[in-house]
């Protein structure tokens, strides 16, 4: 056995993986350990199923993907010859009873251990017991005379894995994580992470992945405790790199010497933060060369526009103005300056002659009837096919810009402007695309393309909603105001509250049982929506899978 070292440096690699691109990955790999090697580190560490890229889904399923897996880990296994770094990296691996979620121990120029997950999540965006098995309770990794439990990511969030190893000897806990972001999630992260400190006293490493993966974002935000519960370290949110820490033993247990204290993104910042890095790991890791969308004058768009040049970079957007009759000067005016303002492509294609084309087209069928939402719904769907028609020219993405209030209740055309490919504000209620656009005209993150200061014309804050398909429209004329609507939506859709729980909290029935009514009915437009970031704790699709085909209703 090897004799037990005084110190121990391992470096962090909190990295942006892409699923499915193995040879990829495994470059990332080895050039994150020549960096680690440069530092002069003992053990670089992965996160969950880098490999591979988490979430890797029922890829799981081909045995040829696992296998391509595996070749990898052995094939980096193999520049740990060299003496330097050894690896933990996250992979799946096939075991006897079928494919376990792993940890891969490379050191020596070979795989010298491995360690499988027990506990796999099966609630929210998590499915993992459909394509692994779980692994045993097992005691510590050994390397270079230092023992170390490696709990893969649901592991620490139930005592029994911890416990397991702290009674079998470990000495450090090293936990790689692929943990999607919601709000408030680095301080639940951190929460979990006291409470297994506190029960066995060890330290404890949590390395976590910074990309987004359709709709889920990862937030990196890697820390480490003392076994005194202290914050050892804590790199930042919404970044990648690789950071050497330092640590020295104090007997049966270890303390970080050195390690970096970064502030976190918080809040309606981190929610921003979280939108441009989904939009942007999408339109990149997807090849597209860029996104196109309409520019019409209202708030959505013009946040989706400034989601997207922070995100691509202005050279890599294209905004559209697509005018018919009911579309106002005023609209005309704030879309031509929020192009301006964040140096994009600018193009007004008026739609007035396929739109009275379609109506004349359809007049005989539609004789004897009133005009009405179908002939609104026309304007829409035109400026859906003109988007489209773009991007199959060109190239780009369309970018849808529905924001989660009007998906909620149906205020969305399909085949209009439901048409695209991604949308950056899916999750967002109305009144937090109102609060995100007035942060980012004085506010913007690090790794934003952007210009600084006002990109969002405050006229564009300010004045009403209006999806302008009819004269003088307004959103509430349709809908309750959005600061009811939102906080009633939150209680239905994120809360489940029931409708009499939301009504005694002096919500008007009314108004509530027209909202569940909508919700409900609106289910078979959200099955065909484009995916978008996910940032609060219930997105729909994921996390809420309700039937298309359903009567009930919540009596109140």
Same mark, same amino acid.
């Given at each position: 056995? &090897? ?35 440069g ?7 992965? &996160? ?6 988490? @979430? ?34 996250? &992979? ?14 490379? %050191? ?14 099966n ?11 779980p ?7 050994? !390397? ?55 029960e ?13 993966? %359709?709709?889920?974002?990862? %937030?990196g935000?890697? !820390? ?8 050892? !370290? ?18 049966r ?35 597209? @060369?860029?996104?196109?969308l ?5 708030? %959505? ?9 922070d995100?691509?970079?202005? +050279? ?22 929020c ?13 007035? +002659? ?19 939402? &179908? ?18 020219? !060109? ?15 149906g ?30 005209n004085?506010?913007? @993150? ?15 804050i ?18 309750? @105001? ?20 939301i ?19 609106a ?30 209703? +919540?009596?109140?």
């Amino acid at each position: 056995m &090897t004799a037990a070292p005084a110190e121990l440096s391992i470096a962090i690699a909190q990295l942006n993986p892409v699923v499915g691109d193995i040879a990829g990955n495994l470059k990332k790999a080895r050039a994150a350990r020549a960096e680690a090697k440069g530092q002069g580190a003992d053990l670089i560490v992965f &996160t969950e199923i880098f490999i591979g890229g988490y @979430p890797p889904e029922d890829l799981v399923l081909k045995p040829s993907f696992v296998a391509a897996c595996e070749a990898a880990v052995k094939s980096l296994a193999e520049d740990t010859e060299d003496g330097g770094p050894g690896v933990l990296i996250g &992979t799946p691996w096939r075991g006897k009873e079928g494919v376990h979620n792993a940890v891969a121990l490379l %050191d020596g120029g070979k795989v010298s251990g491995l360690r499988f997950k027990v506990e796999l999540p099966n609630y929210g965006v998590f499915d993992e017991k459909r394509v692994f098995v779980p692994g045993p309770l097992m005691g510590p990794l050994e !390397f270079r005379g230092v023992h170390i439990g490696v709990p893969i990511c649901e592991d620490m969030w139930q005592p029994e894995v911890t416990e397991t190893l702290c009674d079998t000897g470990a000495e450090l806990l090293i936990v790689p994580n692929g943990s999607p972001y919601w709000r408030g999630k680095p301080d639940e992260r951190i929460q979990v992470a006291a409470a297994r400190v506190a029960e066995c006293g060890l330290a404890l490493i949590y390395t976590n992945q910074n990309c987004g993966q %359709d709709d889920l974002i990862f %937030d990196g935000g890697s !820390f480490a405790l003392n076994g005194d519960s202290s914050l050892a !370290f804590q790199l930042p949110t919404f970044a990648e790199g690789v950071t050497l820490t330092k640590w020295v033993r104090h007997g049966r247990t270890w303390t970080c010497g050195t390690g970096p204290k970064a502030k976190l993104i918080e809040g309606d910042e981190a929610d921003y933060a979280a939108c441009v890095l989904g939009l942007r790991d999408y339109v990149t890791k997807n090849g597209f @060369p860029g996104v196109v969308l309409g520019l019409s004058g209202g708030i %959505d768009s013009a946040l989706c526009a400034a989601l997207a040049v922070d995100a691509l970079g202005a +050279d890599k957007v294209h905004c559209i103005m697509l005018p018919y009759k009911f579309t106002s000067e005023e609209s005309l005016g704030d879309a031509a300056r929020c192009a301006k303002a964040l140096g994009v492509r600018y193009d007004v294609v008026p739609i007035k +002659d396929p739109v009275e084309g379609f109506e004349a087209t359809l007049s005989d069928l539609f004789k004897g009837t009133n005009r009405g939402i &179908t002939e609104e719904n026309l304007q829409s769907r035109v400026r859906g096919t003109i988007l489209m028609s773009v991007s199959n020219k !060109f190239g780009p993405m369309v970018v849808t810009t529905g924001n989660k209030s009007e998906m909620s209740v149906g205020y969305a055309t399909l085949y209009g402007d439901m048409n695209g490919g991604y949308n950056p504000i899916k999750d967002l209620y109305k009144t937090e695309v109102f609060r995100l656009s007035e942060l980012r005209n004085r506010w913007k @993150p690090h790794c934003a393309l952007g210009p600084d200061g006002e990109v969002i014309p405050k006229n564009i804050i300010v004045k009403p909603p209006s999806a302008e398909l009819r004269e003088n429209q307004k959103d509430q004329d349709s809908l309750p @105001p959005y600061d009811i609507l939102d906080a009633i939506l939150e209680r239905l859709v994120e809360g489940e509250d029931s409708v009499s729980e939301i009504i005694a909290s002096g919500f008007d029935a009314e108004t509530v049982k027209k909202v569940e009514r909508l919700l409900y009915l609106a289910e078979y437009k959200r099955r065909q929506a484009a995916p978008g970031v996910k940032v609060t704790r219930k997105n729909f699709g994921r996390d809420r899978r309700y039937p298309i085909t359903n009567r009930f209703r +919540d009596g109140g």
